[in-house]
């Protein structure tokens, strides 16, 4: 199986799980998804492998949160209304993605 199509299956089954917020922005095309997170799905997908493999009890979300945070770098209460959160909850679930991707960057492999 291609790492495409492995993309576009994981991006499937993500949609149909019912307790997942914020799953809407996975079913932009992929010139919106890049131009809000700036990064494309696959990107997202590796990305994604390597935060599960770190942490385990990270969410697709707080990846989102960290990539929403990098690109349009708003004030925290625009990023909180947007997302739907508080700012507290962005804030804490921002910094420690941002943190762990800190400290296992090193071992994220070409």
Not at 44 to 64: Q, T
Request: charged letters at 25%; one cysteine or more; glycine letters at 0%.
């Amino acid at each position: 199986m291609t790492c495409v199509a492995k993309v576009y299956r994981w991006i499937k089954t993500l949609l149909f799980e019912p307790k997942k917020k914020h799953m809407e922005y996975l079913k932009l095309n992929d010139r919106e998804f890049q131009a809000l997170f700036g990064i494309c799905k696959q990107t997202l997908y590796l990305l994604w492998e390597h935060l599960s493999l770190a942490e385990n009890s990270s969410k697709i979300e707080h990846l989102l949160y960290m990539l929403h945070f990098f690109k349009q770098y708003q004030t925290e209460d625009a990023a909180a209304i947007f997302w739907k959160v508080t700012p507290k909850t962005l804030r804490k679930h921002t910094w420690n993605t941002i943190e762990i991707f800190h400290r296992t960057l090193h071992t994220v492999r070409k």
